[in-house]
Every structure is written in C-alpha cells, then in structure tokens.
C-alpha cells in the first residue's frame, strides 16, 4: 500500500512538472532586506513585501528580544486558555488606535483571519460576494464559511450591482423555509475585496463598492494587507487615503508587509471584536502568536506612524517611480525557444498608471516566465516566477517588489539586466 501510495504521489508530481507549475522551498542564508543569499550567491532581491524595510530594522528586533526575555519564546496556550499575554494585548490596542477603530483582534497568520472572521459571520443563510481576484485565503474562507458565494469580475462594479440585485432579492426567505438566518427571514450579505490586489497591484474602486453596499443593505470586508503603511496622510491604507473607513465595517491586514512582523488582524467595533473572541474558530483553537512577533509588530506600527515611516514611504514611492521611468518606452524581447531560435518580437513591459509598490511583469507562458526569472538569478537578480494557481493560466509573471530599503543603484541595476536579458 505504501508503494502505491508513493507511485501516486509521483505520478502527481510529473504533471505538476509537465505544466511547468513544480514549486520547492528555496534556502535563504541571511535576513530579509534588498540583498539575501541564496545557496551562498548573493542575490538582489525585488520579491519582498517588506516594503518599508522594517524585517530587519532594529527597533523591531530589539523589541522581540525584550519580549522573549520578558515572556519567553512561546504563548504556551491558545489566547483563551492562558495564552494572551500583555505583548498581545499591547498590538491589538496600537492596531485599533493606529487604524481609527473601537478594537482590534490578532491572529497567528492573514489566512487564519480570513478563515475566522467570515466563518464567525456568515453561515449558510447568508451570501458573500468576492472579487475574482482576491488572496485565496479570502477564496477559501468564502467557500469555507457556508454561505453562498457569487464572484464578480474583477474591479467590474457593474457585475458586482447585478450580484448585489440578486441577493438583495433573495435576502427574504419563504415563510416555509428550513433555513432561518441569524435576524430571522433575512440573510446577510458581504462583500469582500482587497484595497490593493497582491498580484497585479492596482485598487480596488472602493468608493463605488461602499456606495453599492449601503445601497443594497450589504456589509464590507476590506482587506488592507498589501496597502497599511503606505496610503493615507498616518499610512493606515487605502480607506483612510479616501476617506472612506467609517463605513467600512470589517477592517482586515496582515503585519508581516510593511509593518516588518507577522500576523494578522481584523480592526472594527467592539461588538465585532467580541463577537471573533468568541465564535472565530481560527483565533479560538490556535495556540496565541509568539510574543516576540507581537511585540515586533507593535514597534512596526509605532515606527510607521512616526517621522521615520513617512520618510520611508517617501523613499518607496521614489523607488517605484524610477521603476516604472524606466520600464516605460523601453522595448523588450521575451526568452527564445532555444539558444539557436531567434527571439520573440519586441514587446513593452507595461508599467501600471496607479502608485503601488507592486508592478507585474505579465510575460504569459509559464515555461517562458520561468526562464526570465532563471536568467535573472543568473546574473544576481531574484524575482521568482509567479504560475497557476496565484494567477490565471496563461498570466504567469515576474511580480516586482519595491521597498524602501531599495536604493537607486539595485533599480538601476535590475533595469539594466532586465533590458539586457529580454
């Protein structure tokens, strides 16, 4: 039996490898920053969502120290048992008073905050309405959490109305019916999308959303992982930058981007908050985050509300903007079929009009998206290959991170290889 297993397996492995999809872990040697090592090669690192360069900021670190020493290296139980400590309990009050909220909750991962937080407050009476390309940890939650799912083509507000017109007239259920909602015959409805879209890096049309769901009686979770620290005059995310949080009313982000750490977190009312303490199963059944990661986050949210975190957006969007200045006019040639076969026409790689510290570099295939990134490595630059199922088939890509940490010289030696390699 163990050897039939064993044949599966491989056999499921060869077809992973003959779609060009075959993954493994790959060994980093050093900290997080612009430069890392890599099986002993240094390498220039443009993957990173660390994009104010606080994973390896002193501060941060000399904050988890503090904490273990004071605490130890881990929560020893699940928050409620005996395993929220005061580190704990210090990050969520920072995360409620930095995103301009009643309270907040923490949990051990962006996943498990999904997971929790749309399993806590929907069930199958409900319906949930998310964006085709939202994280696929708000993918799984959705499909999780019992309700009835509906995806809209992405940013498409349109679609997104029809949806809502549907749901809202099934919110009324039959007298007769089964299935009765939380409220009696009327379900619930949410809507769910990112601010800022992990792999292509443009916003979401939050205004419009926000208007549609006060319109059709819908509630809202926003995600803000890929936009907290970097929008909005504190950098709390693109609801604060359009002045739109106060009707938002699921706040959620991850404290392993810009703010350096690890984590996740869902910002609101105290109602809601009480209601994830005691009905998230995530939050529930995991054993508490290591104290030294809270605390870490903590430093992270301090330092980005300060003079230096402004500082260090400025520098990003420095960055970013000499990236694209340098993408934009220039003609590129996608990787030949073989050494002897002549190149592919020029193409342009299109640099998105919007500011976001993520830029995709769309090459298509996957067998060509993963020789650009080898070709890359080759000459000391790291952007893995992005495939299936992080994005479509067909839409592989070279997801290019900016951080502050980045200086004009790594961008200008990313351009100049990029250019010579394609």
């Not at 309700?147 to 549907?166: G, M, P, Y």
């Not at 903007?321 to 026409?345: F, H, M, T, Y």
């Amino acid at each position: 039996m163990i050897n039939a297993f064993e044949k599966e397996l491989n056999r499921r492995l060869a077809a992973i490898r003959e779609q060009c999809l075959y993954r493994e872990l790959r060994r980093i040697d050093s900290a997080q920053g612009p430069r890392i090592q890599l099986g002993g090669d240094p390498l220039l690192n443009f993957s990173s969502n660390d994009y104010l360069g606080l994973a390896n900021e002193p501060a941060l670190k000399e904050a988890a120290i503090k904490a273990i020493e004071q605490f130890g290296a881990g929560s020893g139980a699940a928050p409620l048992v005996c395993g929220s400590l005061t580190p704990h309990h210090e990050l969520q009050e920072a995360l409620a008073e930095f995103k301009g909220t009643e309270a907040a909750l923490t949990f051990s991962s962006g996943y498990a905050t999904a997971i929790g937080a749309l399993g806590a407050l929907l069930d199958k009476t409900d319906i949930v309405i998310i964006d085709k390309l939202v994280h696929a940890s708000i993918v799984d939650a959705a499909r999780l959490c019992s309700a009835k799912l509906r995806v809209f083509a992405h940013n498409d507000v349109d679609e997104l109305e029809k949806i809502l017109k549907w749901a809202d007239h099934h919110k009324v259920q039959s007298p007769k019916s089964k299935v009765q909602s939380h409220s009696g015959k009327r379900r619930h409805i949410m809507i769910v999308t990112e601010s800022v879209f992990s792999m292509d890096g443009d916003l979401a049309l939050l205004r419009e959303i926000i208007d549609l769901k006060e319109k059709y009686g819908a509630w809202l979770m926003l995600d803000e992982a890929h936009a907290t620290g970097l929008y909005g005059e504190r950098r709390r995310g693109l609801a604060e930058a359009y002045e739109l949080a106060d009707r938002i009313e699921v706040q959620m982000g991850t404290l392993g981007k810009a703010l350096g750490a690890a984590g996740g977190y869902i910002c609101g009312s105290r109602p809601l908050i009480d209601l994830l303490v005691n009905r998230a199963r995530s939050f529930i059944f995991s054993t508490a985050p290591m104290p030294a990661t809270a605390a870490a986050a903590t430093a992270g949210i301090r330092l980005v509300q300060s003079a230096e975190g402004q500082l260090r957006r400025t520098q990003l969007w420095a960055r970013v903007d000499q990236i694209k200045n340098g993408l934009v006019g220039q003609a590129s040639r996608l990787p030949a079929e073989s050494p002897s076969s002549p190149k592919r026409p020029a193409r342009r790689w299109h640099a998105p009009g919007i500011r976001s510290a993520i830029i995709p570099l769309i090459v298509g295939p996957e067998d060509k998206t993963v020789q650009l990134a080898a070709a890359l490595q080759s000459v000391g630059i790291f952007i893995p290959a992005i495939r299936y199922p992080s994005v479509a088939r067909g839409q592989a890509r070279l997801r290019l991170t900016a951080t502050a940490a980045h200086s004009p010289e790594d961008v200008e030696q990313f351009l100049a290889a990029l250019h010579r390699l394609t």
